[in-house]
């Protein structure tokens, strides 16, 4: 470079300034202008700069408390959906199990009703064999019935003979068996029977049904044993003959004799109401 050389400077002459000095005051000046203005823009750019930072470490500040709130509010959240979906998860569970239960009800219930209709089967089968038997039985009971009434005319006959009918008026089957005459019944004889076994007894009974305590025959009516008419008036009694002496001691019928056990002999026990039991006196009439 061509090193400049200052110019030669005259003498100033009085009233008037010189050039280069002014223009070098106005240098100054500007450059001193121009450094104090980049200064007050470097010092409002180094504020805007710091109110800049401070702003943006305000909002980053703002923001991470946000996001720190957010965050928060999210876990919060995704815990109160983690425990809802624990208590759908065992909602889920118990239906399972609920589930399981219900279906081993249903197959015991199905079981059940297998069951159920195997027995109803059976009963329909037993109602059927009842029917069939209910049928048997009622036949055999109608039979029966037609048996007993038959009998019953028969012991009707029986019961209301008198001394006047014969023989050939009584059904053969109650000719040969023995007739009590306090209990109106075949199969035992009277001096066997044990409804009516003491003397006492049997002569209360022989006043209710008028039967004479001499004959054994019907008295003069219910309520009394005289017998006006007694055929049998001077019978003495063979079972008190070792005991007492002839006379109105011994005047009834051995049926009537005050020396009878309460015991039942045992030949009563052995032949009381077989057919083919020996027959005492009377030929064809029922034994006493």
Not at 102 to 128: D, P, R
Not at 220 to 231: E, L, R, S, Y
Not at 252 to 273: A, L, N, Y
């Amino acid at each position: 470079m061509t090193p400049v050389t200052s110019p030669t400077h005259s003498p100033s002459t009085p009233g008037t300034s010189p050039r280069i000095p002014q223009r070098k005051n106005c240098c100054a000046s500007t450059y001193n202008n121009l450094r104090d203005t980049m200064r007050r823009q470097h010092q409002r750019l180094k504020e805007s700069q710091k109110e800049g930072f401070e702003e943006t470490h305000k909002l980053i500040k703002q923001q991470n408390t946000a996001n720190n709130e957010a965050q928060a509010e999210t876990n919060q959240k995704l815990e109160q959906i983690e425990k809802k979906v624990d208590d759908l998860l065992n909602r889920i569970t118990s239906i399972e199990q609920q589930q399981t239960a219900i279906n081993m009800t249903l197959a015991e219930n199905q079981n059940g009703f297998a069951n159920l209709n195997s027995a109803i089967a059976s009963v329909t089968e037993l109602s059927k064999t009842m029917s069939t038997t209910n049928f048997q039985m009622n036949h055999h009971l109608n039979a029966m019935t037609q048996q007993r009434d038959q009998f019953g005319k028969q012991m009707e006959v029986f019961f209301n003979r008198s001394t006047s009918q014969t023989p050939a008026a009584i059904p053969p089957l109650l000719q040969i068996m023995p007739f009590c005459k306090f209990c109106r019944v075949n199969g035992h004889r009277s001096e066997d029977c044990r409804t009516y076994g003491s003397f006492s007894r049997r002569v209360k009974r022989a006043q209710e049904l008028g039967i004479c305590e001499k004959c054994a025959e019907t008295s003069d009516g219910p309520g009394t044993t005289a017998h006006t008419k007694c055929p049998a008036s001077r019978v003495q009694c063979d079972n008190c003959k070792e005991d007492r002496e002839e006379g109105p001691l011994r005047n009834h019928d051995k049926i009537f004799c005050p020396m009878i056990e309460e015991k039942v002999p045992k030949r009563s026990r052995e032949m009381g109401g077989l057919p083919g039991a020996k027959r005492g006196r009377g030929g064809s009439r029922a034994v006493n």
